[in-house]
């Protein structure tokens, strides 16, 4: 079975454009989330988001929906840092995972044809379609290998990412594109998740909202973003001389088969375990966690229980950085990958802000308020999603 490593890193979000600002970010605890502008919000309950910073947009000028452009930036910059990859298109692939995919379009649409009873612009469908992401991914980079949309909530990105591995594994490939990306701060998806009663709502700290784990933690913040890696057989990133930045050393991926909403600790604890043997690590391999973490009162207490399940005795440190970025939905696998790379390969843990009052149905060592030095290789990252999908990838910074 060949082995696949990363070569390249693309990540935008509420803490700004690329690996420098990001790291930045998580190095000092600082967190990206904010009032939302890039919409009129004063009609609404929630006025705050993990809403992309304008100026890491510039140079990208709407032409598709907002999401794709996401997409695409992450892209580029994970392009840009591996280097040509010598192969041919035609063994070069593009899966992006979305949760919502062109919510902006749809919103735009819908205001125009109910509110305004006016025309929807004709590019409606292709717009918005989920595949636009990684169509628009393939096009810029010639990818014509293996490509597609995964939808899965929240472990969308996951599942992107962890399917690709898979991909290069099999043979189907020898190179691919892969992440998450989702653009959901639009008035419409914004009331609809204050339906849901599930969001957390500080409009006059919205740094201090999200608050994963803590005992007074009131639900998640939504966000926007993306992040997407280059994934190569090691082969062929070793034939060409490129700096390897990590392994997908596991992947592991379940179905709750239960409530659409309510998680699963049997659930989320197999995904744990498939992704360690897929890996052939053992529990005590795991030198941190990056926990789905979202600040829910159902999830946080439920994620903290399949974990107890899968390590035992040998709990490694946890954290969560939507605390930081918020919930990016399809994304939010993605970049939270993404930036678990980044801080060990830097030397620390990124912290869980905002936990001043634990759960005490919340014990771990969940790495609070402040980053933390460390010489950690060995990682969980987890993303479980509404509709019971439950997906972990396993990553080394190093090769072993």
């Given at each position: 079975m060949r082995r696949v490593v990363i070569t390249g890193t693309g990540?935008?979000?509420?803490?700004?454009?690329?690996?420098?600002?990001?790291?930045?970010?998580?190095?000092?605890g600082r967190s990206g989330i904010r009032q939302i502008t890039s919409i009129d919000a004063n009609a609404l309950h929630c006025r705050i988001g993990g809403e992309v910073p304008s100026e890491a947009l510039e140079g990208h000028e709407p032409g598709s929906d907002r999401f794709t452009r996401l997409a695409l930036i992450a892209a580029e910059d994970a392009a840009a840092e591996a280097g040509e990859l010598q192969v041919s298109g035609e063994r070069i692939g593009a899966l992006i995972g979305t949760g919502m995919g062109g919510a902006e379009t749809?919103?735009?649409?819908?205001?125009?044809?109910?509110?305004?009873?006016?025309?929807?612009?004709?590019?409606?469908?292709?717009?918005?379609?989920?595949?636009?992401a990684p169509s628009a991914v393939a096009r810029r980079f010639g990818a014509k290998?293996?490509?597609?949309?995964?939808?899965?909530?929240?472990?969308?990105?996951?599942?992107?990412?962890?399917?690709?591995?898979?991909?290069?594994?099999?043979g189907q490939a020898d190179a691919m594109f892969a992440g998450g990306s989702d653009a959901p701060l639009t008035f419409g998806i914004l009331r609809a998740w204050e339906a849901l009663r599930v969001l957390a709502v500080d409009n006059e700290r919205p740094e201090a909202a999200c608050r994963p784990f803590s005992a007074d933690r009131k639900g998640l913040v939504l966000a926007e973003g993306a992040a997407v890696v280059v994934l190569e057989s090691l082969e062929n990133a070793e034939r060409r001389g490129a700096t390897i930045l990590g392994e997908i050393a596991g992947f592991g991926a379940t179905s709750d088969a239960g409530h659409l909403t309510d998680p699963s600790a049997d659930g989320a604890a197999r995904a744990m375990t498939l992704a360690l043997a897929d890996a052939g690590w053992q529990p005590a391999d795991v030198e941190y966690i990056n926990a789905h973490g979202t600040g829910t009162k159902a999830n946080d207490a439920t994620e903290t229980a399949a974990i107890h399940f899968v390590f035992g005795e040998t709990l490694p440190p946890v954290s969560s950085t939507k605390s930081m970025h918020g919930h990016a939905m399809g994304a939010s696998g993605a970049i939270e990958l993404v930036a678990s790379l980044l801080a060990l390969r830097n030397g620390f843990l990124p912290p869980t802000l905002n936990l001043d009052a634990p759960d005490p149905a919340c014990d771990?060592?969940?790495?609070?308020?402040?980053?933390?030095?460390?010489?950690?290789?060995?990682?969980?990252?987890?993303?479980?999603?509404?509709?019971?999908?439950?997906?972990?990838?396993?990553?080394?910074?190093?090769?072993?």
């Open positions: 990540i935008i979000s509420a803490l700004g454009r690329g690996a420098e600002s990001t790291l930045r970010h998580l190095r000092e749809l919103d735009n649409g819908y205001r125009r044809l109910y509110g305004e009873n006016a025309r929807i612009h004709p590019a409606t469908i292709p717009l918005s379609m989920y595949n636009a290998g293996i490509g597609y949309a995964v939808a899965s909530a929240c472990a969308s990105g996951t599942h992107a990412i962890g399917l690709a591995a898979q991909a290069i594994r099999a771990l060592d969940y790495v609070p308020h402040h980053a933390r030095p460390a010489r950690a290789a060995r990682f969980l990252s987890n993303s479980f999603g509404f509709g019971g999908m439950n997906g972990v990838l396993a990553v080394s910074t190093s090769l072993h």
